[in-house]
């Protein structure tokens, strides 16, 4: 699976930007897909995600300001952030697992990355 994500800029805080990002090639055991962020000197952390059939989760240091959706005809899944912050600047990655089975018919989820976008916030 390949990832491309866009969206990404420099934006005042209170205002918002939209990702995107579209994942390509086999498609076989996509589940969830999502969105994590890396700030300088900090580990990198999930931001938001979205299973095949729509269940959301959220890090409470976004909730009620960032919405992820997802169209899984084109295989693409999409960030809405508002009333950004300061503290939201990041380098934001997107991040799809794909299910498998093993010899024995136990199932594994890999990881899947993008190659991040920038999100700048100015004070």
């Known amino acids: 699976v390949q990832l491309q994500a866009s969206g990404g800029g420099l934006v005042q805080a209170g205002g918002f930007l939209r990702l995107s990002c579209v994942a390509s090639?086999?498609?076989?055991?996509?589940?969830?897909m999502g969105w994590y962020r890396q700030a300088p000197g900090k580990q990198r952390e999930l931001v938001a995600d979205?299973?095949?059939?729509?269940?959301?989760n959220y890090a409470d240091s976004v909730k009620a300001r960032f919405t992820i959706s997802r169209d899984n005809a084109k295989n693409t899944v999409y960030l809405q952030m508002n009333s950004l912050k300061p503290e939201d600047k990041a380098v934001y990655y997107c991040n799809a697992d794909t299910l498998y089975p093993d010899y024995s018919g136990t199932w594994h989820a890999q990881k899947h990355w993008g190659q991040g976008t920038l999100v700048t916030v100015s004070s």
């Open positions: 979205i299973t095949k059939g729509g269940t959301t």
């Open positions: 090639g086999s498609m076989s055991g996509l589940n969830v």
